[in-house]
């Protein structure tokens, strides 16, 4: 999810933590909880300072180990050793565990986007995205924002707001999960032009009744469309390219890394008096009539690298940052 969901789930989880008696009778252990599950819901997520060592390495890294199996327990242990400063003995305790339930709801909430988390690592470097919630999703968010608005007002006990607010949610997920594999199911039959292997992958948005759609052809190309309304409609086809400088390129730095996150990804070759240019992007992500998360490589007609680019960008931004030795 993104920062604010995160930082209003922290808040809701604080509120919530009012069901457990050690809690709620002693408002400075509420404030630790508070403090710890707003860290909580945000731990995970620091490795945004990844961009610090470029694209190529945050893209490679982020919601990798940081939202792993031990990272988990490695999240709960420095909060909790943070509030150790204030809390001790059973208060601690109690604290530490909602902070480790804040932990383990970022990563299982990241793990419903289409980015996706590597949740089981060390098991597996697999990327784990079941696309059936937004990164952004107006209901969570806003659900959040009424329920800590009662709290704070006083309106209604945290001890009665909060549990409804998180049944009302994992009915929610419940629901979305259903629809969405209810709807992808039948992709097929509502696709003339199926073909056996094809793979059809529905991709939330933010609107609830708006799917992006993306179709897997054998043939290794891709058709990406939306299903409005229970309505399905292509709207572009994507051919990769075979081209050698495609295989050249996958050895680069910033491809390699594109390619270790990406399972959607497909080149085009453009080719120059200067060299080659290869362009891979994440057919996923189309907005505008563009595929704005791409990884670019820029090569010599002897397929060694003039200049790179991975992350997000319009195309009228590429060409600003990549270079060409004539």
């Known amino acids: 999810m993104d920062t604010g969901t995160h930082l209003v789930i922290g808040l809701g989880l604080a509120g919530l933590a009012h069901v457990d008696p050690v809690v709620a009778a002693d408002t400075g252990v509420a404030t630790a909880v508070m403090v710890g599950t707003v860290l909580g819901s945000q731990a995970p997520d620091t490795d945004t300072l990844l ?35 204030f809390l001790s003995g059973t ?5 530490g ?3 480790f339930g804040a932990v383990c709801f ?4 990241d793990l419903f986007n289409t980015y996706g988390t590597q949740a089981l690592r060390p098991l597996s470097e697999k990327w784990v995205s ?29 001890q009665i707001i909060f549990p409804i607010l998180y049944t009302l949610i994992a009915f929610y997920y419940i629901w979305r999960t259903v629809t969405h594999h209810r709807l992808e199911q039948g992709l097929a039959g509502q696709d003339a032009e199926h073909a056996e292997g094809d793979r059809y992958y529905l ?19 891709y058709r990406l469309g939306e299903l409005k309304n229970r309505q399905l ?35 085009e070759v453009r080719e ?18 563009q595929y704005p998360f791409v990884a670019v490589l820029r090569m010599n007609l002897n397929f060694a690298p003039i200049d790179s680019y991975v992350g997000w960008k319009s195309e009228s931004a590429i060409e600003k940052k990549l270079r060409v030795d004539y």
């Open 97 to 99: 565990l909602w902070v």
């Open 272 to 289: 120059f008096d200067w060299g080659y240019e290869v362009r891979w992007a994440d057919v996923r992500y189309r907005h505008r009539k």
């Open 233 to 267: 409609r292509w709207l572009d086809e994507v051919s990769c390219s075979s081209h050698p400088a495609v295989d050249a390129s996958r050895s680069h730095t910033s491809i390699a890394s594109f390619l270790y996150f990406s399972s959607f990804a497909c080149a």
């Open 91 to 95: 208060a601690l305790l109690h604290a």
């Open 106 to 109: 970022h990563v299982f909430t």
């Open 130 to 158: 079941w696309n059936i919630i937004h990164i952004f999703d107006p209901f969570i968010f806003v659900t959040h924002l009424i329920a800590i608005f009662l709290w704070v007002v006083r309106l209604g006990s945290p």
């Open 203 to 221: 991709i939330p948005t933010v609107q609830l009744t708006q799917w992006n759609v993306v179709k897997r052809k054998q043939d290794g190309s």
């Open 51 to 85: 961009r610090l060592r470029g694209n190529a390495v945050y893209i490679k890294n982020h919601r990798g180990l940081s939202h792993s199996l031990p990272a988990l327990v490695i999240w709960t242990l420095l909060i909790t050793g943070l509030l150790s400063l």
